[in-house]
């Protein structure tokens, strides 16, 4: 139900936009999120926006760098500044509401397939 678009190799500094489309699901009215892994490190939620107050939240790794942002249809992650720490592969997510207040796996319930982002040095 979510298809992400986006990824692919990148100079360290440079910048690029992932995408999510939602078939069915009313992103604006769900809790939605951006998550990576890259080998031999933990699942972290990178970007999230919050189903109860749309807030958005962000890892402490990505602050000032990535933006996360929502159309009923389709979520963004613009990242910028990019460095080989943030080569993973990026997955979208969304929840219903009341779930979704964390940034946090366990919370989502619907996911995309998955993205790879290089950051060459």
């Known amino acids: 139900q979510l298809v992400e678009s986006g990824g692919g190799l990148v100079q360290s500094g440079g910048s690029l936009r992932l995408s999510c489309a939602a078939a069915t699901l009313p992103l604006d009215k769900y809790a939605v999120g951006w998550f990576r892994q890259a080998p031999g490190r933990a699942h972290e939620g990178v970007a999230c926006i919050r189903s109860d107050d749309g807030r958005a939240i962000y890892a402490d790794s990505v602050k000032g760098r990535f933006a996360i942002s929502r159309t009923p249809s389709t979520m963004y992650l613009e990242m910028s500044n990019l460095t080989s720490e943030d080569t993973a592969v990026y997955t979208c997510?969304?929840?219903?509401?009341?779930?979704?207040?964390?940034?946090?796996?366990?919370?989502?319930?619907?996911w995309g397939q998955g993205t790879q982002v290089t950051v060459s040095p």
């Open positions: 997510a969304a929840v219903a509401a009341p779930w979704g207040r964390l940034c946090i796996r366990e919370q989502f319930t619907t």
